[in-house]
Protein backbone atom coordinates (compact mmCIF):
# COMPACT_ATOMS: atom_id res chain seq x y z
CA UNK A 1 0.00 0.00 0.00
CA UNK A 2 1.72 3.29 -1.27
CA UNK A 3 1.93 6.07 1.35
CA UNK A 4 0.45 9.11 0.64
CA UNK A 5 2.57 12.53 0.45
CA UNK A 6 1.93 14.61 3.32
CA UNK A 7 1.03 18.71 2.62
CA UNK A 8 3.92 19.03 5.08
CA UNK A 9 6.12 17.29 2.68
CA UNK A 10 5.00 18.80 0.02
CA UNK A 11 5.52 22.45 0.82
CA UNK A 12 9.17 21.03 2.00
CA UNK A 13 9.74 19.75 -1.46
CA UNK A 14 8.36 23.34 -2.81
CA UNK A 15 10.45 24.98 -0.53
CA UNK A 16 13.64 23.25 -1.59
CA UNK A 17 12.73 23.87 -5.39
CA UNK A 18 12.65 27.40 -4.99
CA UNK A 19 15.74 28.03 -2.99
CA UNK A 20 17.51 25.75 -5.60
CA UNK A 21 16.19 28.00 -8.38
CA UNK A 22 17.00 31.71 -6.79
CA UNK A 23 20.54 29.84 -5.91
CA UNK A 24 21.21 29.42 -9.68
CA UNK A 25 19.71 32.49 -10.88
CA UNK A 26 22.39 34.54 -8.32
CA UNK A 27 25.16 32.22 -9.74
CA UNK A 28 24.34 32.82 -13.50
CA UNK A 29 23.85 36.74 -12.23
CA UNK A 30 27.56 36.47 -11.33
CA UNK A 31 29.14 34.85 -14.11
CA UNK A 32 27.61 37.55 -16.20
CA UNK A 33 29.20 40.65 -14.08
CA UNK A 34 25.98 42.08 -13.06
CA UNK A 35 25.94 43.21 -9.09
CA UNK A 36 22.88 44.74 -9.33
CA UNK A 37 24.70 47.83 -8.16
CA UNK A 38 25.02 51.91 -9.71
CA UNK A 39 28.56 52.52 -11.31
CA UNK A 40 30.25 54.97 -13.04
CA UNK A 41 32.39 55.74 -15.96
CA UNK A 42 34.93 58.11 -16.71
CA UNK A 43 35.54 59.32 -20.78
CA UNK A 44 38.42 60.32 -22.50
CA UNK A 45 38.87 63.45 -25.45
CA UNK A 46 42.12 64.31 -27.06
CA UNK A 47 43.05 66.10 -29.24
CA UNK A 48 46.78 67.14 -30.45
CA UNK A 49 47.45 70.85 -31.73
CA UNK A 50 49.66 70.92 -34.39
CA UNK A 51 52.91 73.95 -34.32
CA UNK A 52 52.75 76.79 -36.64
CA UNK A 53 55.70 78.97 -37.26
CA UNK A 54 54.49 82.33 -39.00
CA UNK A 55 56.47 85.46 -38.58
CA UNK A 56 55.17 89.29 -40.14
CA UNK A 57 57.93 91.52 -40.83
CA UNK A 58 56.98 95.27 -40.98
CA UNK A 59 58.75 98.19 -41.79
CA UNK A 60 61.00 95.45 -43.65
CA UNK A 61 63.15 98.57 -45.17
CA UNK A 62 65.30 100.91 -43.46
CA UNK A 63 66.69 103.89 -45.68
CA UNK A 64 69.62 105.77 -44.64
CA UNK A 65 69.31 109.03 -45.56
CA UNK A 66 72.76 110.18 -47.70
CA UNK A 67 75.77 109.29 -46.40
CA UNK A 68 79.66 109.85 -46.97
CA UNK A 69 82.36 108.16 -46.79
CA UNK A 70 83.38 106.86 -42.82
CA UNK A 71 79.94 108.28 -41.79
CA UNK A 72 77.68 106.68 -39.36
CA UNK A 73 74.03 106.23 -39.51
CA UNK A 74 71.65 104.42 -36.86
CA UNK A 75 68.06 103.34 -37.41
CA UNK A 76 67.68 104.06 -33.95
CA UNK A 77 67.97 107.75 -34.57
CA UNK A 78 65.14 109.06 -36.53
CA UNK A 79 67.37 111.74 -37.97
CA UNK A 80 69.40 109.07 -39.89
CA UNK A 81 66.63 107.67 -41.84
CA UNK A 82 64.44 109.14 -44.28
CA UNK A 83 61.32 110.75 -43.75
CA UNK A 84 59.18 107.57 -43.70
CA UNK A 85 60.13 107.76 -39.85
CA UNK A 86 59.91 110.39 -37.63
CA UNK A 87 60.31 108.75 -34.04
CA UNK A 88 63.70 107.56 -32.54
CA UNK A 89 63.43 104.19 -31.14
CA UNK A 90 60.85 103.08 -34.08
CA UNK A 91 62.74 103.20 -37.18
CA UNK A 92 64.43 99.61 -36.97
CA UNK A 93 63.04 96.23 -38.56
CA UNK A 94 60.06 94.70 -36.41
CA UNK A 95 59.28 91.22 -36.92
CA UNK A 96 55.82 89.72 -35.59
CA UNK A 97 55.29 86.12 -34.38
CA UNK A 98 51.89 85.28 -35.49
CA UNK A 99 52.03 81.65 -35.19
CA UNK A 100 51.39 79.13 -31.92
CA UNK A 101 55.06 78.34 -30.95
CA UNK A 102 57.66 80.00 -29.28
CA UNK A 103 60.18 80.46 -31.56
CA UNK A 104 63.65 81.20 -32.71
CA UNK A 105 64.45 83.57 -35.39
CA UNK A 106 67.92 82.91 -37.78
CA UNK A 107 69.15 86.12 -39.70
CA UNK A 108 70.71 85.91 -42.85
CA UNK A 109 73.22 88.03 -44.66
CA UNK A 110 71.25 87.22 -48.16
CA UNK A 111 73.27 90.05 -50.22
CA UNK A 112 75.77 92.51 -48.93
CA UNK A 113 74.85 96.10 -48.28
CA UNK A 114 78.71 97.35 -49.01
CA UNK A 115 81.22 95.91 -51.76
CA UNK A 116 84.56 97.61 -50.41
CA UNK A 117 87.74 95.47 -50.22
CA UNK A 118 87.99 97.13 -46.68
CA UNK A 119 84.81 95.65 -44.72
CA UNK A 120 85.19 94.87 -41.40
CA UNK A 121 81.42 94.10 -40.12
CA UNK A 122 81.83 94.26 -36.51
CA UNK A 123 83.06 97.87 -37.71
CA UNK A 124 80.81 99.03 -40.85
CA UNK A 125 77.51 96.74 -40.23
CA UNK A 126 76.36 95.78 -37.35
CA UNK A 127 72.79 95.20 -35.46
CA UNK A 128 70.86 95.34 -32.51
CA UNK A 129 68.03 93.15 -31.44
CA UNK A 130 65.58 94.69 -28.77
CA UNK A 131 62.78 92.27 -27.65
CA UNK A 132 59.41 94.05 -27.19
CA UNK A 133 58.55 92.47 -23.91
CA UNK A 134 62.08 91.08 -21.89
CA UNK A 135 59.63 90.51 -18.88
CA UNK A 136 60.67 87.00 -17.72
CA UNK A 137 56.93 85.99 -18.15
CA UNK A 138 57.25 86.01 -21.77
CA UNK A 139 61.07 85.99 -22.13
CA UNK A 140 62.79 83.14 -21.70
CA UNK A 141 67.10 82.38 -22.87
CA UNK A 142 67.98 85.04 -24.39
CA UNK A 143 71.84 83.79 -24.64
CA UNK A 144 71.72 83.46 -28.54
CA UNK A 145 70.70 86.97 -28.78
CA UNK A 146 74.19 89.08 -28.02
CA UNK A 147 72.54 92.11 -29.42
CA UNK A 148 69.99 91.88 -26.84
CA UNK A 149 69.05 94.65 -24.30
CA UNK A 150 66.95 94.47 -21.45
CA UNK A 151 64.36 97.69 -22.15
CA UNK A 152 63.27 96.93 -18.96
CA UNK A 153 66.42 98.31 -17.53
CA UNK A 154 67.06 101.29 -19.86
CA UNK A 155 63.51 102.88 -19.22
CA UNK A 156 62.65 103.34 -22.72
CA UNK A 157 59.05 102.65 -23.16
CA UNK A 158 60.63 99.18 -24.31
CA UNK A 159 63.15 100.75 -26.53
CA UNK A 160 66.45 100.47 -26.01
CA UNK A 161 68.27 103.64 -27.56
CA UNK A 162 71.38 102.09 -26.73
CA UNK A 163 72.96 99.10 -26.24
CA UNK A 164 75.15 96.36 -27.82
CA UNK A 165 75.87 95.65 -31.08
CA UNK A 166 76.83 92.48 -32.84
CA UNK A 167 78.56 92.09 -36.23
CA UNK A 168 76.24 91.13 -39.40
CA UNK A 169 77.16 87.53 -40.69
CA UNK A 170 79.20 87.50 -43.64
CA UNK A 171 77.36 87.47 -46.87
CA UNK A 172 75.57 84.46 -47.52
CA UNK A 173 75.95 82.67 -43.64
CA UNK A 174 73.13 83.12 -40.98
CA UNK A 175 72.99 82.94 -36.99
CA UNK A 176 70.60 82.51 -34.60
CA UNK A 177 70.00 85.99 -33.99
CA UNK A 178 66.46 85.74 -31.75
CA UNK A 179 65.62 83.32 -29.80
CA UNK A 180 62.57 82.27 -27.59
CA UNK A 181 60.07 84.75 -29.16
CA UNK A 182 56.84 84.22 -27.31
CA UNK A 183 53.69 84.34 -29.29
CA UNK A 184 51.61 85.84 -26.79
CA UNK A 185 49.36 88.89 -28.58
CA UNK A 186 51.43 91.72 -27.09
CA UNK A 187 54.33 90.42 -25.89
CA UNK A 188 55.38 88.54 -29.64
CA UNK A 189 57.82 91.31 -31.23
CA UNK A 190 61.23 92.00 -31.52
CA UNK A 191 63.04 95.15 -33.40
CA UNK A 192 65.90 94.90 -35.31
CA UNK A 193 68.00 98.07 -35.75
CA UNK A 194 70.90 98.51 -37.92
CA UNK A 195 74.32 100.26 -37.22
CA UNK A 196 76.28 101.48 -40.46
CA UNK A 197 79.79 102.70 -41.03
CA UNK A 198 80.71 103.79 -44.51
CA UNK A 199 83.99 101.96 -45.56
CA UNK A 200 86.28 104.72 -46.69
CA UNK A 201 86.77 103.34 -50.13
CA UNK A 202 83.57 102.21 -50.83
CA UNK A 203 82.25 103.31 -54.18
CA UNK A 204 79.69 106.03 -54.74
CA UNK A 205 76.00 105.08 -55.77
CA UNK A 206 72.61 103.64 -54.19
CA UNK A 207 73.67 100.60 -51.63
CA UNK A 208 70.56 97.89 -50.73
CA UNK A 209 71.36 94.64 -48.46
CA UNK A 210 68.91 91.94 -47.92
CA UNK A 211 68.50 90.14 -44.80
CA UNK A 212 66.31 87.35 -44.85
CA UNK A 213 64.66 85.77 -41.69
CA UNK A 214 63.82 81.96 -40.87
CA UNK A 215 62.10 81.03 -37.46
CA UNK A 216 61.90 77.40 -36.55
CA UNK A 217 60.30 76.79 -32.99
CA UNK A 218 61.72 77.28 -30.36
CA UNK A 219 63.77 74.16 -28.36
Given at each position: ?????????????A??????S????????G??G?T?A?ST?V????V??????D?????AQI??????????K????SDDV?????????CGI??TN??SAT????M?????LFS?????????Y??NI???????D??GD?RC????????A?G??G????G?????P?????????C?L???DD??????D?N?????????GI??????FT?IAW?
Open positions: MKKEISNNQIVLIFIAISLIFSIFLSFNLIGAGGYTNTITETTITVVRNFTDSNPGESNSVEDASCTTDGENIDGINITTNTENSASLVYAQHVYTMGDSTTYVNSTGYVNTTTNSLALTSWRAMAQGAGEVAICNYTHDWVQVIITVPGDEPAKSGTITAE
